[in-house]
Nanobody, 126 residues
Framework: QVQLEESGGGSVRPGGSLRVSCTAS????????MGWFRRAPGKDREFLAA????????FYADSVKGRFTISRDNVKNILSLHMTSLKPEDTAVYYC???????????????????WGPGTQVTVSS
């Protein structure tokens, strides 16, 4: 069983940068990939990026490609998302998630992600 907890959220001005992290505990080695998602007020949960835990292959949503970078440290079991050129529309609760151990492919959606952290708030405002 895997447990996830995000950290590093906060407030930042437009154009600024922020890094959010996710600490994983438990049998994280059993998952094929982990991802970052966000939910803005009144909107559905949105896929942002994913990374395969062993190989490090990355996947990005078009909305964040070139601005956000996902990375992982599979020794310390930490997943990170470095966000740059932040915009007010990036304001949301950011979640990390682990792919179900029985699934070996990543979809650019919540499909297959069955373990979630509680989320961390990111606010972009002047």
């Amino acid at each position: 069983q895997v447990q996830l907890e995000e950290s590093g959220g906060g407030s930042v001005r437009p154009g600024g940068s922020l890094r959010v992290s996710c600490t994983a505990s438990g049998r994280i080695s059993s998952t094929y990939a982990m991802g970052w998602f966000r939910r803005a007020p009144g909107k559905d949960r949105e896929f942002l990026a994913a990374i395969t835990w062993i190989g490090g292959a990355t996947f990005y949503a078009d909305s964040v490609k070139g601005r956000f970078t996902i990375s992982r440290d599979n020794v310390k079991n930490i997943l990170s998302l470095h966000m740059t050129s932040l915009k007010p529309e990036d304001t949301a609760v950011y979640y990390c998630a682990a792919l179900d151990p029985g699934i070996g492919e990543v979809h650019a959606s919540t499909r297959g992600f069955t373990t979630w952290g509680p989320g961390t708030q990111v606010t972009v405002s002047s």
